[in-house]
């Protein structure tokens, strides 16, 4: 349930979907806890930004950017869920100061490059996870998987890893396939939120006919 707070101003900058007038000046705001979902930032890795062809002239302005786009969408009250390599090729120390400065309730699905880190950093650390959000199934992995739990009935299966660009997102739909690339690399350096996934694949049903319990 979306939580409510007792505020001055209706543009305070919490994400409201209801205001409700309570008196000459106080507002009742309705605060709408966001879910987002991202992979593969390899915050230090210097070689990503010509293995990938990324936008960055160094891995210093990669990194301020990427966690500059991830707070701005992400809010300390947001669920995200990080699919996986998150550092690469950094101190633990650094890594884990980094994640620290990342926004929301954070759950990590390790990838192939992730450290060990500070757990009390994390809701949670897996490798593979499956949740239902607003009565959609979701199955979490760093890898993308050819079947899945709920496959059948509209599940969808997020993954980072291949480091694809939107051109395979878009395939998968048009395939019938539910199933998307959560990285940055195709998302346009941000987190994506749950609703952009849902409304992505719209109504489309799954063409494959093989489920997973």
Not at 129 to 156: E, Q, R, V
Not at 184 to 190: G, Q
Request: glycine share 6%; with cysteine.
């Amino acid at each position: 349930m979306p939580k409510r707070y007792r505020c001055r101003n209706p543009h305070s900058g919490i994400r409201q979907n209801r205001l409700k007038l309570s008196g000459p000046e106080w507002y009742y705001c309705e605060v709408i806890e966001m879910v987002y979902f991202t992979a593969d930032m390899h915050f230090g890795h210097r070689a990503i930004i010509n293995m990938q062809n990324r936008p960055f002239e160094s891995v210093e302005e990669m990194d301020r950017v990427l966690l500059q786009n991830y707070n701005s969408v992400v809010r300390q009250n947001d669920t995200v869920y990080i699919l996986g390599d998150i550092c690469h090729h950094m101190k633990i120390e650094d890594a884990d100061n980094l994640i620290r400065k990342m926004n929301g309730k954070k759950y990590l699905i390790i990838g192939n490059h992730d450290k060990k880190y500070d757990p009390r950093l994390f809701e949670d650390i897996r490798d593979f996870m499956k949740t239902s959000i607003d009565g959609c199934n979701f199955a979490l992995m760093h890898y993308p998987m050819l079947s899945w739990p709920k496959k059948s009935s509209g599940g969808y299966q997020l993954h980072g890893h291949i480091h694809a660009r939107m051109e395979y997102n878009e395939k998968n739909r048009a395939e019938g396939i539910r199933r998307y690339d959560v990285g940055v690399d195709a998302n346009n350096f941000f987190p994506v939120s749950v609703k952009q996934i849902i409304d992505f694949f719209g109504e489309q049903v799954n063409i494959d006919d093989h489920d997973i319990v």
